[in-house]
């Protein structure tokens, strides 16, 4: 995907439920974009053409967080204030499995490259392996390092940020890890995303930058605004990676050569958090002040 023009906006999603919280994003498996309502204890579904509806949960409180696209045809996500694991099919079925431990807070989650969810806990500081049938293994990472999001990387492993840990965990589907520690001290890297070429990129939310490692190592490519903190990225075929900068109300995107452009969302202080590409190649954006916005990043 070249970009070939400035961002422009498509469509800009007014939720039902005021003050609801759109928080993170992923791609369904009916090719609509879902998100997490995170003040409203709720999920959405988008569709293309403008339509929006709302699930509401079995509590208003379980705080939806990050989301996923399972192995089974329904979307998994983390229930970050009750210390659960949700699902919810395409109609709108929703059930949940709790977490072990005393407040483990869920957080990050993906689908494995075996056919499990995994997802990690803030508090516990595990990366643990979901099965359809509800079997848990937890994996131990560094006390206190504060595993934030996950995703499955093409060398068959799951990779995570350590927020407080200041770097990067790999772990394999039987629970070996190896951590990369960040150059920069204070990084406190937050979102993750793999590249189709291995590569991961990553945004060092307390220094204003947008890693990423390759086999040669981690470059750090710093934001015009060191203060912007960047919270999500998604990578694109071009080998571009996007991020939201949710303290300065904008998006933008890191060139393969390193090359950061950015541009400033509609709504200031819109407080962007997740960011999702849809299968037609548009960019979803959710900003936690209450709307959605479509974007033709081409």
Same mark, same amino acid.
């Given at each position: 995907m070249t970009l070939t023009h400035p961002p422009r906006?498509?469509? =800009?999603?007014?939720? %039902?439920?005021?003050?609801? +919280?759109?928080?993170? #994003?992923?791609?369904? %498996?009916?090719g609509a974009i879902w998100c997490t309502l995170v003040h409203a204890g709720r999920i959405a579904r988008l569709t293309p053409d403008g339509r929006t509806d709302e699930f509401p949960l079995d509590s208003?409180? /379980?705080? %939806? =967080?990050?989301?996923?696209?399972?192995?089974?045809? $329904?979307?998994?996500?983390?229930?970050?204030r009750d210390h659960r694991i949700g699902r919810i =099919?395409?109609?709108? @079925?929703?059930?949940?499995?709790? !977490? %072990?431990?005393? $407040?483990?807070?869920?957080?990050?989650?993906?689908?494995?490259?075996?056919?499990? !969810?995994?997802?990690?806990? #803030?508090q516990t500081a595990t990366v643990t392996r979901l099965t359809p049938a509800g079997e848990l293994t937890e994996h131990a990472l560094p006390e206190g390092s504060f595993p934030s999001f996950v995703t499955t990387a093409p060398d068959g492993a799951l990779w995570c940020t350590l927020n407080q840990g200041n770097a990067l965990a790999r772990i394999t589907v039987t629970g070996e890890t190896t951590l990369h520690p960040l150059p920069t001290p204070g990084a406190a890297p937050v979102g993750l995303a793999a590249a189709p070429d291995g590569t991961l990129w990553f945004a060092e939310i307390g220094t204003g930058r947008i890693g990423r490692l390759t086999p040669e190592g981690i470059t750090e490519h710093p934001l015009p605004d060191p203060g912007c903190r960047p919270h999500a990225v998604a990578v694109v075929p071009d080998g571009s990676c996007w991020y939201t $900068?949710?303290?300065?109300?904008?998006?933008?995107? !890191?060139?393969?050569?390193?090359? !950061?452009? @950015?541009?400033? #969302?509609?709504?200031? +202080? /819109? @407080?962007?958090h997740g960011l999702a590409f849809a299968p037609d190649g548009t960019l979803y954006v959710a900003q936690e002040s209450g709307e959605i916005t479509r974007w033709d990043v081409t």
């Amino acid at each position: 995907m070249t970009l070939t023009h400035p961002p422009r906006l498509i469509h =800009t999603y007014t939720l %039902p439920t005021p003050g609801a +919280g759109p928080y993170a #994003l992923t791609t369904g %498996p009916d090719g609509a974009i879902w998100c997490t309502l995170v003040h409203a204890g709720r999920i959405a579904r988008l569709t293309p053409d403008g339509r929006t509806d709302e699930f509401p949960l079995d509590s208003p409180d /379980c705080g %939806p =967080t990050l989301i996923t696209a399972g192995p089974d045809g $329904a979307l998994w996500f983390t229930r970050n204030r009750d210390h659960r694991i949700g699902r919810i =099919t395409p109609d709108g @079925e929703a059930r949940s499995h709790p !977490v %072990p431990g005393s $407040a483990p807070g869920p957080y990050g989650i993906t689908t494995g490259p075996d056919g499990a !969810v995994w997802f990690t806990t #803030l508090q516990t500081a595990t990366v643990t392996r979901l099965t359809p049938a509800g079997e848990l293994t937890e994996h131990a990472l560094p006390e206190g390092s504060f595993p934030s999001f996950v995703t499955t990387a093409p060398d068959g492993a799951l990779w995570c940020t350590l927020n407080q840990g200041n770097a990067l965990a790999r772990i394999t589907v039987t629970g070996e890890t190896t951590l990369h520690p960040l150059p920069t001290p204070g990084a406190a890297p937050v979102g993750l995303a793999a590249a189709p070429d291995g590569t991961l990129w990553f945004a060092e939310i307390g220094t204003g930058r947008i890693g990423r490692l390759t086999p040669e190592g981690i470059t750090e490519h710093p934001l015009p605004d060191p203060g912007c903190r960047p919270h999500a990225v998604a990578v694109v075929p071009d080998g571009s990676c996007w991020y939201t $900068a949710w303290a300065t109300g904008r998006i933008g995107r !890191v060139a393969p050569d390193g090359t !950061v452009t @950015e541009h400033p #969302l509609p709504t200031p +202080g /819109c @407080e962007p958090h997740g960011l999702a590409f849809a299968p037609d190649g548009t960019l979803y954006v959710a900003q936690e002040s209450g709307e959605i916005t479509r974007w033709d990043v081409t």
